[in-house]
């Protein structure tokens, strides 16, 4: 994970990245120290040679260089560079940005001698502030504000550590003898022997090969042995199941040794399954590394695996002994990856959060440049939700099917689909279908559904799919709260919240699929 710094000319950024740099032992690039040796003349000659154009050009080959090559660097970069929309994606993907935030007064003590800055040049403190006034809105829609007035440039860089190291939340759901610690915490390297307070344990790290483009996984020690993982959910079945049995047995797994996984949703559950089946139960900590297993799938100890069609129909209630939330993990998702994660946050806020709702709505643009407390909000409020709903109902006998809502036809369509849609695309056009189902049983009126198809378009998701009706309510009946005395289907009432109801007029659930589903269209 790269750490990214930007902000206005004078806020140090340039100096603060390279005392940054020294004390996590990284790299420095500076993307203005860049173009100069690339050119082979400053910054100040290129403008007045070549004009200010040619130099953004430039800056963005620059930019473009150091996501192809660099993912453990401090990047200072030009007071413009991230204002371009282009060289914001690029870079935001490839780490976590940074905006420093400081007064005009500040910056311009700081640059008003300065001979190689071509626009300093052009102003006095008049233009200064005139510029600094233009481009003020545009840094505070950036993510990851870190406000700088007052402080010397060493305690801005300690703060910026204190931020990277920060544990920032922590609570317990228990169910009789089974606990699970539930940690927010921050840290830019995975070293999985801190994690464990026995030191003589074995530690067993299955993780999702992709995630070594966030965090390093440092396990060098003794005793660590760890598997990467093809993390989709083809692969959450019994033949992957055994392969990780295997892989423990052959290193001589103890019943003191600690299964430690790091992924999203198929790593949770599959090596939530082993765990608590191998030598009859290990101990089992878990990392959840995209936006969706931090809202859902982490908490509450439902470790299924898919056999055939039949979705998560196989599988135990084990609690983990710890979750650790570490939301620098989500530096290197894409923004559909983080759509799809919140309409989980979506169905929890339906659920008991209806200003969860409002706050993805409002803090949305935020949320897709990965700011931290934003993240770290949404996800909290998620789980706040679904910590009580577990720990009165760990074994899904009651109210916990509520937390079914849209996944009925969501998990039909995965399986329709041979799993090649998502599953958060596949649960926000289950809630649309669970909601049209609703109105149709006179539940609730239509603005629920509406304003939620609103969202999902701003989320750039489908909200329709080609599929054969009759072939989806077969698939719906096979769901696993199914029971003798029907399909436990999750609703929604104006009155009442969230419903469970059994026993539908299947004509009823046909017609609500109008909603959602196109016989016509390909996919």
Not at 5 to 18: E, I, Q, W
Not at 148 to 158: A, N
Not at 308 to 337: C, H, Q, Y
Request: glycine letters at 8%; a neutral charge; aromatic letters at 8%.
């Amino acid at each position: 994970m790269n750490i990214i710094l930007t902000g206005f000319m004078g806020t140090g950024k340039s100096t603060v990245g390279r005392l940054l740099a020294n004390q996590l032992g990284r790299f420095h690039l500076d993307t203005d120290e860049m173009v100069e040796f690339k050119i082979g003349k400053s910054i100040k000659n290129i403008f007045e040679q070549w004009g200010e154009a040619y130099f953004r050009q430039f800056e963005k080959s620059v930019v473009k260089d150091i996501c192809r090559n660099e993912r453990k660097a401090v990047i200072s970069t030009g007071g413009k560079t991230l204002l371009d929309e282009e060289n914001f994606a690029r870079l935001s993907e490839t780490g976590l940005v940074f905006t420093l935030i400081d007064n005009p007064h500040n910056c311009w003590e700081r640059v008003r001698d300065s001979f190689n800055r071509p626009l300093v040049q052009n102003f006095d403190w008049e233009g200064f502030l005139a510029l600094y006034r233009q481009r003020e809105k545009l840094y505070q829609s950036l993510p990851n504000k870190i406000q700088i007035e007052g402080l010397s440039l060493e305690e801005v860089t300690k703060k910026l550590l204190g931020f990277l190291s920060a544990k920032t939340g922590e609570f317990e759901i228990s169910h009789g003898k089974q606990k699970t610690v539930v940690s927010m915490e921050r840290f830019i390297d995975l070293k999985p022997r801190a994690l464990v307070e026995n030191n003589l344990a074995k530690l067993f790290v299955v993780y999702d090969k992709k995630v070594t483009r966030a965090l390093e996984i440092k396990a060098t020690e003794e005793k660590v042995f760890t598997l990467p993982l093809a993390a989709t959910d083809v692969n959450k079945n019994l033949r992957q199941a055994e392969k990780i049995w295997k892989w423990l047995l052959v290193n001589g797994v103890k019943r003191d040794s600690v299964l430690i996984s790091v992924g999203g949703g198929v790593i949770g559950d599959l090596a939530g399954f082993v765990s608590s089946t191998i030598l009859r139960g290990i101990k089992h900590f878990h990392l959840p590394t995209t936006l969706l297993a931090m809202v859902d799938s982490c908490l509450g100890g439902k470790n299924g695996i898919n056999y055939g069609a039949f979705k998560n129909s196989l599988g135990t209630f084990s609690l983990p002994e710890r979750v650790i939330i570490n939301p620098f993990f989500l530096t290197s998702l894409k923004k559909l990856d983080l759509s799809t994660g919140l309409v989980e946050a979506v169905k929890t806020g339906l659920i008991g959060d209806a200003g969860l709702v409002d706050l993805i709505e409002e803090k949305l643009d935020l949320i897709w440049k990965k700011d931290i407390a934003t993240l770290e909000e949404v996800i909290w409020r998620a789980l706040q939700v679904k910590r009580a709903i577990v720990e009165e109902d760990l074994y899904e006998t009651g109210n916990r099917k509520k937390l079914n809502l849209g996944h009925t036809l969501g998990h039909a369509l995965e399986a329709y689909h041979d799993y090649q849609i998502s599953h958060g695309q596949a649960v926000a056009m289950g809630l649309l279908y669970s909601l049209r189902l609703s109105e149709l049983l006179g539940l609730v009126d239509s603005s629920v559904r509406e304003r939620l198809k609103k969202l999902f378009s701003r989320l750039e998701l489908d909200i329709r799919i080609h599929g054969q009706k009759a072939e989806l309510l077969k698939l719906m009946g096979q769901d696993k709260k199914t029971t003798e005395r029907g399909l436990d289907f999750v609703l929604f009432s104006a009155n009442s919240g969230v419903i469970i109801k059994n026993n539908i007029d299947e004509k009823l659930m046909l017609e609500a699929m109008e909603e959602v589903i196109d016989e016509n269209i390909d996919n």
